[in-house]
């Protein structure tokens, strides 16, 4: 599912930037009951790995990223749970 099919169920859905495209896995519903975007966030570590980005500056810039990415519409990111619990 893309950006595109999603804005269409949802026009009021909010995406990351276009940069985390390919992390998009699906849509499922928020609190509200709203169809919101799915990312993997496994994918979305890899996407900021790619762009060198420090270890000292990741943990910041992670946090950032999951706080501003909250309230109506917003997607939700998606822990894989084998990839949670090897950390």
């Not at 950006?3 to 995406?15: G, V």
């Not at 996407?47 to 060198?52: A, E, F, R, S, W």
């Amino acid at each position: 599912m893309n950006r595109q099919a999603i804005s269409t169920i949802n026009p009021e859905a909010i995406f990351l930037d276009d940069a985390f495209d390919q992390a998009i896995l699906g849509v499922a519903n928020d609190a509200d009951g709203d169809l919101v975007a799915v990312y993997s966030q496994k994918e979305c570590i890899s996407i900021l790995n790619v762009d060198g980005i420090q270890d000292e500056d990741f943990d910041f810039l992670w946090a950032t990223f999951i706080e501003t990415s909250r309230g109506k519409g917003a997607p939700i990111i998606f822990t894989e749970l084998w990839d949670f619990c090897e950390h």
